[in-house]
C-alpha cells in the first residue's frame, strides 16, 4: 500500500514550521568556489540521447528531478516578471531547496524556490526524510550517497525534527486507520482464529524488548501488536 501523501500534506497544513526549526539555512556566493567547471567535457552517444528523449512522465504529477546548477542558472538569466536580463543577487538554500534572488535591468525584484513550501517545509525535505523512513535505510547511509554524489540533502536535525513533528503522527495515523478497517472486516466475517507470536531484536535471550502480535489467520491480517518489555513475561520462555 502505497504512503498517503494527502495526510502528510493535511499535517503539514494544520502545522506552521519556522525557518529556526529547520538548520540548513546557509547563504553562499557564485565566486566561493573559483576552480569549480560546471561544464560536461564529453559526448552523449546517439542512443543515449535518444533514450532520454523518449522518456515521457506525468506533467500534472509531482515528480521531482535533480538539477544542476549550471542548468539551473541558465534559466535564471531572465527576469521572471518581465523577461528582461537579471543577475542573481543572492543563494541560499534549505536542505535540498535552493532559493535565488534575482534583480533585473528594469529593476524588478523576485525570488525563486525550487520546491513547493508547506507552512514553512520545503516539500523536497518532507519527501527526503520520508524515503528515509519508508525504504528502511539509515539516514547516514542516504546522506554519505549524497554527499559522494555532490547533491545537496538535509543534515540529521532536520531529518528527526521531520520525523519526530511529521512522520510518526502521520504514520500512527495511518496505521489506526487500517488497524480499524480490518478489524471491521473481521467482525463482518462473523469469527477470526487467530495466532500470536513474539519477534525479538536479537537471538536467544538477550533482547530487552520484543513484538508480540495477534494474526488472523483466516486473512492472515494483522489484529494487533504490542512491544513488550522481557520483564513483562517473567521470562522468555513465556513469551515465545
Excluded at 212 to 219: D, Q
Aim: with cysteine; aromatic share 10%.
Amino acid at each position: 500500500m502505497d504512503f498517503p501523501e494527502k495526510l502528510l500534506q493535511k499535517k503539514l497544513l494544520n502545522e506552521s514550521y519556522a525557518e529556526s526549526d529547520l538548520n540548513d539555512s546557509l547563504s553562499c556566493s557564485l565566486n566561493e568556489d573559483p576552480d569549480f567547471n560546471p561544464y560536461f567535457e564529453g559526448d552523449i552517444s546517439a542512443s543515449e540521447e535518444s533514450y532520454c528523449e523518449n522518456e515521457t512522465f506525468d506533467q500534472n504529477s509531482s515528480s521531482a528531478f535533480i538539477v544542476f546548477w549550471s542548468c539551473l542558472l541558465s534559466l535564471l538569466k531572465r527576469c521572471l516578471l518581465c523577461s528582461a536580463s537579471a543577475f542573481v543577487e543572492k543563494i541560499s538554500y534549505r536542505g535540498s531547496m535552493i532559493s535565488v534572488s534575482l534583480l533585473c535591468e528594469k529593476g524588478h525584484s523576485n525570488k525563486w524556490y525550487s520546491q513547493p513550501i508547506i507552512n514553512g517545509m520545503a516539500l523536497g525535505n518532507l519527501r527526503l526524510a520520508c524515503g528515509v523512513v519508508l525504504s528502511g535505510l539509515t539516514f547516514q547511509s542516504v546522506s554519505e550517497t549524497l554527499g559522494f554524489s555532490k547533491i545537496q540533502g538535509i543534515s540529521s536535525s532536520t531529518f528527526y525534527m521531520i520525523q519526530r513533528k511529521v512522520l510518526q503522527p502521520v504514520v500512527n495515523e495511518f496505521f489506526l486507520q487500517n488497524n480499524r478497517a480490518v478489524i471491521e472486516a473481521a467482525k463482518l466475517q462473523g469469527g477470526v482464529e487467530v495466532c500470536g507470536d513474539r519477534q525479538c531484536d536479537s537471538p536467544g535471550y538477550s533482547a530487552k524488548y520484543g513484538i508480540y502480535s495477534i494474526l488472523n489467520k483466516l486473512t492472515g491480517k494483522i489484529l494487533a501488536f504490542r512491544v513488550v518489555h522481557v520483564s513483562e513475561a517473567g521470562n522468555s520462555n513465556n513469551t515465545s
